[in-house]
């Protein structure tokens, strides 16, 4: 597949298409991000746990800026006019082929003309739909991510509608040659899975209620030595206000400390900033943040828990746990080596079908 920064180059050898039977509560595609143009103002924005967006697109033989659909808790309804190779990750919904249970974090063959659609699930809060050959709509800046703010790429720059039509593009052989297997195991059903997929060790930690690791961030001193403990002591609840662009945690309210300490020029911020407004309710900054704010920073959460926090839904507990930068850069390593192999070990699997049915 064409990495997601060629434009329409991957539309031209377009085969297929899906269309949105349901719209769900909120379904936008998403890559991995929009870089390189944060000094002019247009945020990276990608999908909100990352880790999962990749794990699907490794599933099903695409690379990883290819871009897939992240569905927000359920709803969600697709019809595929093709035999489709396809991998659901994530949390928020379980995934249906008419009505049967589908293996979630598994490449699973999808006959054409089956509806795939997402029931809602105990936990979690946004699943992740990927397609051998990734969603073919055009490139903007060199991403095809939505971010909706600005009506900047996916289909229109909104989220999907009922109706809408998303082009398909060619999978790999790879993929193509374990769709072909799949097509053959399946006999008349509608779906088929290989007895392999991603194991539940390779998982991040998911919880309703995390912990969340965070570096002290740049104005974190200035903070009275009260709230300082309660930031850390304390429970804080996901808001029904929060969205893509930060979560909303109500709480203790936290002060700085002294007269007038608030004052700040507008700075540099990234997914996982934790902001402290005015109101002394701290905001995680999320994947569609701003480039630049104004409130004191008093904490960084770890890149690596980052997919911890994008599933926690409206109502969830969230605690956080203090650690050092070395340590937070430790972990980040880690998880992109655990990474890294499991994408070993799904290509040494694809080629291993490629070699038999390719």
Same mark, same amino acid.
């Given at each position: 597949?064409? %990495?997601?920064? +060629?434009?329409?180059?991957?539309?031209?050898?377009?085969?297929?298409?899906?269309? /949105?039977?349901?719209? &769900?509560?909120?379904?936008?595609?998403?890559?991995?991000?929009?870089?390189?143009?944060?000094?002019?103002?247009?945020? /990276?924005? $990608?999908?909100?746990?990352?880790?999962?967006?990749?794990?699907?697109?490794?599933?099903?033989?695409?690379?990883?800026?290819?871009?897939?659909?992240?569905?927000?808790?359920?709803?969600?309804?697709?019809?595929?006019?093709?035999?489709?190779?396809?991998?659901?990750? @994530? @949390? @928020?919904? !379980?995934?249906?082929?008419?009505?049967?249970?589908? %293996?979630?974090?598994?490449?699973?063959?999808?006959?054409?003309?089956? +509806?795939?659609?997402?029931?809602?699930?105990?936990? &979690?809060?946004?699943?992740?739909?990927?397609?051998?050959? $990734?969603? #073919?709509?055009?490139?903007?800046?060199?991403?095809?991510?939505?971010?909706?703010?600005?009506?900047?790429?996916?289909?229109? =720059?909104?989220?999907?509608?009922? =109706?809408?039509?998303? %082009?398909?593009?060619?999978?790999?052989?790879?993929?193509?040659?374990?769709?072909?297997?799949?097509?053959?195991?399946?006999?008349? #059903?509608?779906?088929?899975?290989?007895?392999?997929?991603?194991?539940?060790?390779?998982?991040?930690?998911?919880?309703?209620?995390?912990?969340?690791?965070?570096?002290?961030?740049?104005?974190?001193?200035?903070?009275?030595?009260?709230?300082?403990?309660?930031?850390?002591?304390?429970?804080? /609840?996901?808001? !029904?206000? !929060?969205?893509?662009?930060?979560?909303?945690?109500?709480?203790?309210?936290?002060?700085?400390?002294?007269? &007038?300490?608030?004052?700040?020029? !507008?700075?540099?911020?990234?997914?996982?900033?934790?902001?402290? %407004?005015?109101? =002394?309710?701290? *905001?995680?900054?999320?994947?569609?943040?701003?480039?630049? $704010?104004?409130?004191?920073?008093?904490?960084?959460?770890?890149?690596?828990?980052?997919?911890?926090?994008?599933?926690?839904?409206? &109502?969830?507990?969230?605690?956080? +746990?203090?650690?050092?930068?070395?340590?937070?850069?430790?972990?980040?390593?880690? *998880?992109?080596?655990?990474?890294?192999?499991?994408?070993?070990?799904?290509?040494?699997?694809?080629?291993?079908?490629?070699?038999?049915? @390719?």
């Amino acid at each position: 597949m064409a %990495p997601s920064g +060629e434009g329409d180059s991957l539309i031209m050898q377009n085969q297929s298409s899906a269309y /949105v039977v349901k719209s &769900g509560l909120f379904t936008t595609v998403q890559d991995d991000g929009r870089f390189g143009h944060q000094r002019i103002g247009v945020p /990276v924005g $990608g999908a909100m746990d990352g880790y999962a967006l990749r794990a699907a697109n490794a599933l099903v033989g695409n690379g990883p800026r290819a871009a897939a659909l992240e569905l927000t808790l359920a709803g969600f309804a697709l019809r595929l006019d093709a035999d489709a190779l396809v991998a659901v990750t @994530g @949390g @928020g919904s !379980s995934p249906t082929v008419d009505g049967c249970p589908l %293996p979630a974090w598994r490449a699973v063959f999808v006959r054409r003309g089956a +509806e795939l659609a997402f029931a809602p699930a105990a936990s &979690g809060c946004r699943a992740y739909l990927a397609i051998a050959g $990734g969603f #073919a709509v055009p490139a903007v800046l060199g991403s095809r991510g939505t971010h909706v703010p600005s009506r900047l790429g996916g289909l229109d =720059g909104r989220p999907l509608r009922a =109706g809408d039509a998303l %082009p398909v593009g060619a999978p790999e052989p790879a993929a193509a040659a374990l769709l072909a297997k799949l097509r053959g195991e399946a006999g008349d #059903a509608a779906w088929a899975a290989p007895a392999w997929g991603v194991s539940p060790h390779a998982l991040p930690a998911y919880d309703d209620h995390p912990v969340v690791r965070v570096t002290p961030g740049p104005e974190y001193e200035r903070f009275a030595p009260d709230s300082l403990r309660l930031f850390l002591a304390s429970a804080f /609840v996901v808001s !029904s206000r !929060s969205d893509r662009m930060g979560y909303r945690l109500d709480g203790p309210r936290l002060e700085l400390a002294g007269a &007038g300490a608030g004052s700040l020029l !507008s700075e540099p911020v990234t997914a996982g900033t934790v902001q402290v %407004p005015p109101d =002394g309710l701290p *905001v995680v900054l999320m994947a569609d943040r701003q480039t630049t $704010g104004g409130y004191p920073r008093i904490a960084q959460v770890s890149e690596a828990d980052l997919p911890l926090l994008a599933q926690a839904r409206p &109502g969830a507990q969230v605690r956080f +746990e203090l650690i050092g930068h070395a340590e937070s850069r430790q972990w980040l390593l880690a *998880v992109r080596l655990e990474e890294l192999m499991l994408r070993a070990g799904i290509g040494m699997r694809m080629r291993e079908e490629t070699e038999r049915y @390719g």
